[in-house]
Structure formats: C-alpha cells, structure tokens
C-alpha cells in the first residue's frame, strides 16, 4: 500500500500559478488511480480532478476545466496538480488520493488512501 505526501502548496496572488506535487512511496504506484480534492474550513470536502492509471485519462471539476492540470510521472511516483489562473474561491487544502479501482470516481468515499493535505492561500 502507498503513502501519499503532498507538497507545493503556499500563497500566490490571485491570476498566479502553483504546482502542487504528491509523492507516494512504495512500488505499486503504477496500479493506483490518482485524484486531487479540496476543502476548506467548515465544508465538505470536493473532488478537484483525477487521472487513470495510466494517465490517459482525466477528469476535472467544472470549477477548475481550463485552469488545472493533473498529470503524473509512474517512474517518480508522484502525481502533479497545475493550478493557472488562481482565484481566491480556490483557496483551501488541497488532498492527493490514490485508489487501486478503474472505475474510480470523483466520490470522496471512493478513494482508499489519503495524503496528509498541503495549504493553497490566493490574495486577492
């Protein structure tokens, strides 16, 4: 089983960029779909985007369609969030999750394996 460590995370000014990355030990990677959410203080928490395992195939929230980016890289173990054109509505923590299904879908109880979470701050 994997373990998830996201990091990238910070404060950017509001039409400024970050990538977040999440690393994950272990030597299974390869067999695990990948997917990022999101949550802020007092609210659920919400699907972002996910990746096949392969990366083939992605999937975005509407809120995040033509300014995220998911890709991930199976020979670093580590799957990327590109975040373009921030605003301030997406600030919150932002969580990597991985799970062994390829049928995954963007249901936080979908996924099996969590990382601990890294901050997104956007000033307005």
């Known amino acids: 089983q994997v373990q998830l460590v996201e990091s990238g995370g910070g404060l950017v000014q509001a039409g400024g960029s970050l990538r977040l990355s999440c690393a994950a030990s272990g030597r299974t990677f390869g067999a695990y779909a990948m997917g990022w959410f999101r949550q802020v203080p007092g609210k659920e928490r919400q699907f972002v985007a996910r990746?096949?395992?392969?990366?083939?195939?992605?999937y975005y929230a509407d809120s995040v369609k033509g300014r995220f980016t998911i890709s991930r890289d199976n020979a670093k173990n580590t799957v990327y969030l590109q975040m373009n054109s921030l605003k301030s509505e997406d600030t919150a923590v932002y969580y990597c999750a991985a799970d062994r299904s390829f049928r995954v879908g963007s249901g936080v109880n979908e996924y099996e394996i969590w990382g601990q979470g890294t901050q997104v701050t956007v000033s307005s």
């Open positions: 990746i096949s395992q392969s990366g083939s195939i992605t």
